[in-house]
């Protein structure tokens, strides 16, 4: 099976943390760039951030800059999204994207070719 696969998301007290993954199966990680997007019922699909396959640079949506972090483990074929100081607005479902040998407009959705098939979190008390 070639795709995408996240991690289960949870539910999270406001201020709490949580990491997801995102397992590249039948693909070379090393080749994508990744990114995570959100969305929550009724609204867009919003671009949460993204990791350059090239350089691992990485850039991300204002709403979560200094919160959330992007990584990825090549040789894990796994990339990351590591999230602090959830807010009960950040409820949403995540889903990470591959885009291959692709390195620029990564806010995009149309760049990426696989995709998960999206993981719950949800911030509550």
């Known amino acids: 099976q070639v795709g995408l696969v996240e991690s289960e998301g949870g539910l999270v007290q406001p201020g709490g943390s949580l990491t997801l993954s995102c397992l590249a199966s039948?693909?070379?990680?090393?080749?994508?760039?990744i990114a995570w997007f959100r969305q929550a019922p009724g609204k867009e699909r919003e671009f949460v951030g993204a990791?350059?396959?090239?350089?691992?640079?990485?850039n991300y949506a204002d709403s979560v800059k200094g919160r959330f972090t992007i990584s990825r483990d090549n040789s894990a074929n796994t990339a990351y999204l590591q999230m602090s100081n959830l807010k009960p607005e950040d409820t949403c479902r995540y889903y990470c994207a591959g885009a291959y040998l692709i390195y620029t407009f990564l806010h995009q959705s149309y760049r990426y070719y696989y995709w998960g098939q999206g993981t719950q979190v949800t911030i509550s008390s």
């Open positions: 039948g693909l070379t990680l090393s080749k994508y760039s």
């Open positions: 990791i350059t396959y090239t350089d691992d640079s990485t």
